[in-house]
T-cell receptor, first 112, second 114 residues
Framework: SQQGEEDPQALSIQEGENATMNCSYKTSINNLQWYRQNSGRGLVHLIL?????REKHSGRLRVTLDTSKKSSSLLITASRAADTASYFC????????????FGKGTHLIIQP | NAGVTQTPKFQVLKTGQSMTLQCAQD?????MSWYRQDPGMGLRLIHY???????DQGEVPNGYNVSRSTTEDFPLRLLSAAPSQTSVYFC?????????????FGSGTRLTVV
């Protein structure tokens, strides 16, 4: 079964607003990664946070990780129309080379 | 660099037919993996490989075979296609950097089984 669930499943906001999406997972992890998928395209890696980290920033992205609650959040600040996409969290466990376990994703729509 | 290349991009099969989805990477990554994505779902791991000659099953391996004879290539074989295998298939390669694993995905193969 899939590792986790993203929340919400869909999110629609106005351009310029901040978007927050959450991810929960079930088992212990090495790291947690966030990916973006534009409609009909492959996945693009956004950011990785290690299990011993609590917060990480990259440009307009901020990721938090709470291992005690087995949850993570992705914040996109000052959203743009180009941010419209599906966002997935994915985890690695064990050795890390044995593939990623994905959540079901959040579909984000940025209204101009 | 081309990254991860998947062919074909689209394919329609009849039930019972066989085919091979190709995946090649030119980044000298040691690890490769295959996923399927169904509507409204995240990606689910089919098979993975930690090096040439070494493969293992993921979450949904039934109906699929893989082999890894070279570092660069990791083909996925459907021996007898079924409508339940209609999906979008993604191949990924990955590497280890200080204990973290960075993944690069191909652009996908959209497969329809009728």
């Amino acid at each position: 079964s899939q590792q986790g669930e993203e929340d919400p499943q869909a999110l629609s906001i106005q351009e310029g607003e901040n978007a927050t999406m959450n991810c929960s997972y079930k088992t212990s992890i090495n790291n947690l990664q966030w990916y973006r998928q534009n409609s009909g395209r492959g996945l693009v890696h956004l950011i990785l946070i290690r299990s011993n980290e609590r917060e990480k920033h990259s440009g307009r992205l901020r990721v938090t990780l709470d291992t005690s609650k087995k949850s993570s959040s992705l914040l996109i600040t000052a959203s743009r129309a180009a941010d419209t996409a599906s966002y997935f969290c994915a985890t690695t466990s064990g050795g890390g080379a044995d593939g990623l376990t994905f959540g079901k994703g959040t579909h984000l729509i940025i209204q101009p | 660099n081309a990254g991860v290349t998947q062919t074909p991009k689209f394919q329609v099969l009849k039930t019972g037919q066989s085919m091979t989805l190709q995946c090649a990477q030119d980044m000298n990554h040691e690890y490769m993996s295959w996923y399927r994505q169904d509507p409204g779902m995240g990606l689910r791991l089919i098979h993975y490989s930690v090096g040439a000659g070494i493969t293992d099953q993921g979450e949904v391996p039934n109906g699929y075979n893989v082999s890894r004879s070279t570092t660069e290539d990791f083909p996925l074989r459907l021996l007898s296609a079924a409508p339940s295998q209609t999906s979008v298939y993604f191949c990924a390669s990955s590497y280890s950097l200080q204990g973290d694993y960075g993944y690069t995905f191909g652009s996908g193969t959209r497969l329809t089984v009728v």
